[in-house]
């Protein structure tokens, strides 16, 4: 859940876990900002898929489009501000609870703290990960500056 995003988000490898092919994306090349810090992403392509909360006695379905990404996720989607507008539905992140009204009452949608604690723990990885490849990036760089080159040093001991 991400009430102040505009954007719903799926990752790649969740829809291959789902078996939907990617010829079913539609190309987009328009690039989004803020989810990886200070860089820019832009999706493979764009796919409509059906979304279902509740259960077989309490249900609603809605259609919505998805920006699909090739980078890593702690997650499996991300639904932003077109989700909770279509369904009417209500984020309480103290509680980790979306809660939207259904044919026959109230629809609650929830996790545990354990799991959000799990994914969190996760996103920090990625992002130690993304951060060790810049300053690995950094560091390269700097060493291939510093070096002396090549041809000078086979020079100096002939």
């Keep these: 859940m991400d009430g102040g995003s505009g954007l719903n988000m799926m990752y790649a490898?969740?829809?291959d876990v789902m078996g939907v092919d990617?010829?079913?994306?539609?190309?987009?090349?328009?690039?989004?900002h803020g989810v990886i810090?200070?860089?820019?992403?832009?999706?493979?392509?764009?796919?409509?898929?059906?979304?279902?909360?509740?259960?077989?006695s309490n249900y609603r379905t809605n259609t919505f489009t998805f920006d699909v990404v090739?980078?890593?996720?702690?997650?499996?989607?991300?639904?932003?501000?077109?989700?909770?507008?279509?369904?009417?539905?209500?984020p309480n992140y103290t509680y980790?609870?979306?809660?939207?009204?259904?044919?026959?009452?109230?629809?609650?949608?929830?996790?545990?703290i354990q799991w959000a604690y799990e994914c969190e723990v996760e996103c920090?990885?990625?992002?130690?990960?993304?951060?060790?490849?810049?300053?690995?990036?950094?560091?390269?760089?700097e060493v291939v500056e510093e070096a002396p080159d090549a041809k000078k040093l086979t020079g100096s001991f002939e």
């Excluded at 990617?22 to 989004?32: C, D, G, S, V």
């Excluded at 996720?73 to 077109?82: D, K, N, Q, W």
């Design 13 to 15: 490898k969740t829809l």
């Design 22 to 32: 990617r010829t079913h994306l539609r190309p987009i090349r328009a690039p989004f």
């Design 37 to 56: 810090p200070r860089k820019q992403a832009t999706p493979l392509g764009q796919i409509d898929l059906p979304i279902t909360f509740g259960d077989q």
């Design 70 to 90: 090739g980078f890593p996720g702690t997650f499996h989607a991300i639904l932003g501000r077109p989700c909770y507008a279509k369904f009417m539905a209500i």
């Design 96 to 112: 980790l609870k979306l809660k939207m009204l259904g044919p026959h009452g109230v629809i609650i949608v929830g996790t545990s």
């Design 124 to 141: 920090c990885g990625h992002a130690i990960a993304i951060i060790a490849s810049r300053e690995l990036a950094a560091l390269r760089k």
